[in-house]
């Protein structure tokens, strides 16, 4: 079982570009019954998925294009040109997916002000914390779930500036958008980003 895992989780990629192929229901269906198996805080499940495909798509894909701007000065101080290309890639109509998931949590975004100790800011700040900590093991889910049955997804966060009209496209009144996910049958391979050394810390005694 343990081999099978690692498969999964090590050859899943992030898609940018897919192919014009539809998906079937049953497929989405068993990848997202399968996703929502997720831990969540206090078995909360505070959870919502949004799919959407069709004449919503294309709005959703048009209003997802303008967030680009807001992206591009963060991806500049990171990434080459060659990269920040690929990665925008994904903000062009989905790099054509068929199909987009969006994860949302109830809105209830605290007022954490610098004078807090951790005890005050962390009981503030405990809802907002565990929901979208526990909306991200189901966004994990979601992508391997994906990957297994042989689908692409790409978790986006950068249409997150253009939240409020995308609420009101797909009628998401006081709930936070955690997530956009694109799935759809991938038109390209792309090479694993390598992976950051020196981030786990033994303590044996
Ligand atoms: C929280 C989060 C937000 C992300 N947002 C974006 C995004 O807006 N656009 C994008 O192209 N990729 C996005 N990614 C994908 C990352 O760029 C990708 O996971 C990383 O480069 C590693 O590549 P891999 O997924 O192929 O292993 C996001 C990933 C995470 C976890």
Known sequence: MFDALVKV???RRSIRKYLEKEIPREVLEGVINTALWAPSGMN????EIVIVSG????NLAKIVS?????ILPHLEKLFPEKIIKISL???ENFGGAPVVL???VPRDIPNISPEMNDVERYHTEFKRFNRLLSASALVQNL???????GLGTCWMTGPKYM????NKLVGMEDRELVALIPIGYPDQSPPAPPRKPGVVKWITD
């Open 102 to 104: 969006l994860v949302y």
């Open 143 to 149: 992508l391997l779930a994906a990957y297994a049955k």
């Open 9 to 11: 989780m090590t050859g």
């Open 163 to 166: 939240e409020e009209e995308i």
């Open 66 to 70: 303008r967030s680009k701007k807001h």
């Open 55 to 58: 004449k919503t798509r294309e």
């Open 89 to 91: 890639q994904v903000f």
């Open 44 to 47: 909360r499940q505070d959870w």
